[in-house]
């Protein structure tokens, strides 16, 4: 599944992306998140960044662990989240106009057993041809 959404700010781009980075503090800006806690953080680095954030969507409070996997500073970063044998990647690039950042957010997100099922499916058709016993 593919979610995109888009956000414009009227801010320089050095602004948007401090903002944005801004993970710690993320529950004063950002609508339904209730709570942030950093978990892992290496000094003057976005990579590896590791929290849990506890946030409200349509009536339901959940509480996922996240980790930043890329970052180009000022210019975009990418996150990650494992629940429930759910994954989700997150990526948020920013483009500057005349006056504003435009902000698109798209969330990528699959069933890792059923990502592992087609993977296991696939290198047994590769495998097997050669001699390798293999069953998913």
């Not at 700010?9 to 903002?19: A, F, G, P, Q, Y």
């Amino acid at each position: 599944m593919n979610i995109q959404s888009k956000t414009r700010i009227n801010s320089s781009k050095e602004k948007v992306w401090k903002l944005i980075t801004n993970i710690e503090n993320s529950n004063n800006f950002i609508r339904g998140i209730e709570k942030v806690e950093i978990l892992e953080q290496k000094e003057n680095e976005l990579i590896g960044l590791k929290w849990k954030e506890t946030r409200t969507m349509f009536g339901q409070t959940a509480t996922e662990i996240m980790w930043i996997t890329d970052a180009r500073e000022n210019e975009s970063y990418s996150t990650r989240a494992e629940s429930h044998g759910e994954c989700m990647v997150k990526v948020f690039i920013l483009f500057m106009n005349h006056v504003s950042v435009k902000i698109p957010k798209t969330i990528y997100s699959f069933h890792q057993a059923l990502f592992l099922k087609n993977s296991v499916q696939y290198l047994g058709k590769i495998l097997c041809p050669l001699g390798f016993i293999f069953s998913p």
